[in-house]
């Protein structure tokens, strides 16, 4: 059985200033900036505007972003994300209808699951 764990909601009428780290999903549908750490995925939802820096494994954004991504698995744009970042990850995905500006990287190491 999976240990239960952490999850947090940034909901549509809050504003969060600072740094959270969650082992789990963190999800923003309101105002956000600062730091957000996530061992799981961080979710910007459509409507949400967040100017910080995130690190997750896996990052989708469908609302508007300013600041830096670095995703061990994965960043996904979404239609209607608005994008001004650097972002580091393994895997990038641009959907049509998403603006991006910015910087993609990968990671110059091949994972050690994957050698």
């Known amino acids: 059985m999976k240990p239960d764990v ?5 909901g ?11 082992e789990g999903l963190i999800r923003i549908e309101g105002d956000c900036s ?26 989708i954004v469908a609302g508007s972003l300013e600041g830096s991504i670095e995703a061990s698995r994965r960043v ?12 580091r990850s393994r895997a990038f995905r ?3 209808g998403a603006w991006f500006r910015g910087t993609v990287a ?5 994972p050690a699951d994957e050698v």
Not at 6 to 10: A, Q, T, V
């Open 34 to 59: 600062g730091r957000l750490e996530s061992a799981g995925t961080i979710v910007v939802a459509a409507g949400a505007t967040v100017k910080a820096e995130l690190k997750a494994a896996e990052v």
């Open 76 to 87: 996904d744009l979404a239609p209607g994300a608005k994008v001004r970042a650097e972002i």
């Open 6 to 10: 952490g999850e947090c909601l940034i």
């Open 12 to 22: 549509a009428a809050s504003r969060f200033e600072g740094a959270l780290s969650c």
């Open 94 to 96: 641009l959907e049509e």
């Open 106 to 110: 990968g990671y110059s190491e091949v």
